[in-house]
């Protein structure tokens, strides 16, 4: 099981207080997910350690124990929990550990879930002169990361502000095109645009 390598100034730092009173809370670092992270769906995987030099007794993430009872009172833990929110978007837990004397820091995570695939709306096709002009709007639950157009073989990326709705208007020398949108975490739905077919 591969595990994350001790920073080298925390063994140090361990070394230094063993023979001191302590007098500071515990520290408390995140590996997995950087906050901030955009992750798909509504649950996650929190990673972490805490370490302390009178040993950490608890590490709790919203308000829940996640630090297993064979690694209570030992100077350095690790812990893992799976973090599920009852809805997509922006989310923060509260990770706070504990140390023997008492003393306890929290962290704040903060991350955005995204569990839906955006969706695009064409709402206006035209074909004039042989170019077709599609307008329509792309969202996304979260956040369009971008909008992409393909016709024949090519592919081009549309230059648009990201957002939960983002408009687009394109002008394409085709038939036929399709305009893809994308959102921050991969997820991507497409629609097919094509000229009307005059009676």
């Known amino acids: 099981m591969r595990t994350h390598p001790l920073p080298f100034f925390l063994a140090l730092l361990l070394t230094a207080c063993a023979a001191r009173p302590d007098e500071t809370p515990p520290f408390v670092g995140v590996t997995q997910p950087a906050g901030g992270a955009v992750a798909k769906g ?86 004039a002169d042989g170019r077709l002009r599609i307008v329509g709007v792309a969202t996304d639950d979260v956040e369009v990361d971008r909008v992409v157009v393909q016709y024949g073989k090519t592919t081009s990326r549309l230059n648009l502000p990201k957002g939960k709705t983002v408009r687009f208007y394109v002008e394409v020398p085709a038939k036929e095109a399709r305009i893809i949108a994308v959102d921050a975490v991969g997820q991507r739905t497409e629609a097919v645009a094509k000229a009307l077919t005059k009676p």
């Open 42 to 127: 509504q649950a996650v995987i929190v990673e972490g350690y805490a370490f302390d030099d009178t040993g950490v007794v608890s590490v709790s993430a919203g308000g829940t124990e996640v630090l297993p009872k064979d690694a209570r009172g030992k100077k350095l833990v690790r812990f893992r929990f799976k973090l599920e929110a009852p809805k997509a978007g922006r989310v923060r837990v509260k990770i706070v550990a504990r140390d023997a004397a008492g003393h306890t820091r929290s962290r704040e995570l903060a991350l955005i879930l995204d569990r839906a695939a955006p969706k695009v709306k064409i709402e206006r096709v035209e074909d």
